[in-house]
C-alpha cells in the first residue's frame, strides 16, 4: 500500500480510504479489492469499418493488453466497466472480448450499462458480464456511467461518459491534449479507457481538480496557481 500510495495521487473517501488513480486510466480501490474503467468502446473499429472506414481491429489489442496488465498488477476480485462497453451494434469483436474474460475465472466483471450498451439482453446475460442498469452503491462509492446530477454527501459517484481532457502549450499543432481524471466535490469522472475514443476539453470550477494522464504517470494539475 505504502508503494503505491508514493507512486499514484489518490483521493481519499469519507471513511478514509483511498481511490487510487492509476496511469492506465484506471481507479483502483485497495478497500473492495476493485478495478474501474470507463468508455472502453470496444468494436468500435467493426463499427466504423461496416459504415466504410477503414479501421484495423487490431486499434483494440492495446486496450486488451493494459486490462491484462491491471488485473495481474492487482488481483483485483471485481473489474467494474462504468458504461459504454461495446459500442453499439454487435460485431465479431464481441465474441474477442468473451473469450478475453473468459480467461480470468477468479474475477467477477460487472458493467454499469452506458447510452452505448445497447446489445439485446439475451446477448449480455450468456456471457461471465454481470449487467447492472442503474447506479450501483458500493460502499462508499456510487458508480454509474454518466455523472449523476444530484450527488451523496459522504459518498463519491464514480462514473464517466464524458471523456475528459485538458489542452495546454499553444495553439495548432503545438497544442498538447492530454486525458485526465476530473475531481469534483462526491464526484470523480475517468477518463476513457478505450485507444479509439475522442477528448472532450473540461471546462473547470474553482473547486475542481484535474489528474493529467502521462504514459508513465498522473499528475495533478493546479487549476489555481
Not at 84 to 107: M, P, T, V, Y
Not at 131 to 148: A, D, F, G, R, T
Amino acid at each position: 500500500m505504502q508503494e503505491l500510495k508514493a507512486q499514484s495521487p489518490f483521493i481519499t473517501t469519507s471513511i478514509g480510504s483511498p481511490l487510487f488513480l492509476l496511469k492506465e486510466k484506471a481507479a483502483y480501490c485497495p478497500e473492495t479489492n476493485s478495478i474501474f474503467i470507463a468508455d472502453t468502446h470496444f468494436g468500435k473499429a467493426g463499427h466504423f469499418r461496416k459504415a466504410g472506414i477503414a479501421v484495423p481491429e487490431a486499434v483494440h489489442l492495446e486496450d486488451y493488453k493494459i486490462i491484462e496488465r491491471l488485473i495481474h498488477t492487482y488481483r483485483p476480485t471485481h473489474f467494474y466497466f462504468l458504461g459504454d462497453l461495446f459500442h453499439s451494434a454487435i460485431n465479431a469483436q464481441w465474441i474477442r472480448l468473451e473469450e478475453f474474460l473468459e480467461g480470468f475465472e477468479d474475477i467477477e466483471f460487472v458493467l454499469i450499462k452506458g447510452n452505448h450498451d445497447i446489445l439485446p439482453m439475451k446477448i449480455y446475460q450468456s456471457s461471465t458480464i454481470k449487467v447492472i442498469n442503474q447506479p450501483l452503491e458500493l460502499e462508499h462509492l456510487i458508480l454509474s456511467h454518466e455523472p449523476l446530477v444530484e450527488t451523496v454527501e459522504g459518498k463519491i459517484n464514480l462514473c464517466g461518459h464524458i471523456h475528459p481532457g485538458f489542452s495546454a502549450g499553444g495553439t495548432g499543432a503545438r497544442k498538447i491534449k492530454v486525458p485526465c481524471f476530473l475531481y469534483r466535490p462526491c464526484q470523480l469522472i475517468l477518463p476513457a479507457f478505450g485507444k479509439f475514443t475522442g477528448l472532450a476539453i473540461v471546462q473547470t470550477k474553482a473547486s475542481d481538480r484535474l489528474y493529467l494522464v502521462t504514459n508513465t504517470k498522473v499528475i495533478l494539475f493546479n487549476l489555481n496557481p
